[in-house]
């Protein structure tokens, strides 16, 4: 018989950095499974909105400061099912666009000791480098595709669903 886990709910912002067609992502790698990229976001805080903690965690993981009003979005949603540290969490994603001013160099700042141990590296990839790097993996699964969308036609009137 299998042990019943107990499934954690949470709410996560996080931010599509764009340089001209260009997007910020970070490297992760847990302890547990294979490293993958992912764009800069995380858990809001009680009490915080999903504009508030997307800048936040920006903040904390490229030391890059955006006003949470300068946010465009959200853009995308996104509803997963993952496990972390032998937790089951069930996460509700949204997504908001900042632009780079080109000025401010991303550091991978790693505020947070769980961050500093899983957070890798940072790295600018392009739309087309997306679609070529079969090797990575890529978190939403669809990034290239739906990135590609986002640049040619902007920001969608209601969040486009960006899978599981």
């Given at each position: 018989m299998m042990e019943?886990?107990?499934?954690?709910?949470?709410?996560?912002a996080r931010v599509l950095l764009i340089d001209d067609d260009?997007?910020?992502l970070v490297e992760v790698a847990p302890a547990t499974s294979a490293a993958f990229w992912l764009t800069p976001g995380g858990a809001l805080d009680p009490g915080e909105t999903s504009?508030?903690?997307?800048?936040?965690?920006?903040?904390?993981?490229?030391g890059i400061v955006v006003a949470p009003k300068s946010l465009l979005g959200p853009v995308w949603r996104r509803v997963h099912?993952?496990?972390?540290d032998g937790n089951m969490i069930h996460q509700h994603d949204e997504f908001f666009v900042a632009r780079h001013d080109g000025v401010t160099e991303a550091v991978l700042?790693?505020?947070?000791?769980?961050?500093?141990?899983?957070?890798?590296s940072l790295r600018?990839?392009?739309?087309?480098?997306?679609?070529a790097a079969t090797a990575e993996r890529f978190v939403p699964a669809s990034l290239a595709h739906d990135l590609r969308l986002l640049l040619l036609h902007g920001p969608p009137e209601i969040p486009r669903d960006v899978g599981a």
């Open positions: 019943a886990v107990d499934e954690r709910q949470r709410q996560a260009a997007i910020l504009r508030q903690a997307a800048a936040r965690e920006l903040h904390e993981e490229t099912r993952f496990e972390w700042n790693n505020v947070d000791p769980v961050e500093a141990a899983t957070n890798r600018w990839w392009r739309v087309e480098e997306l679609a």
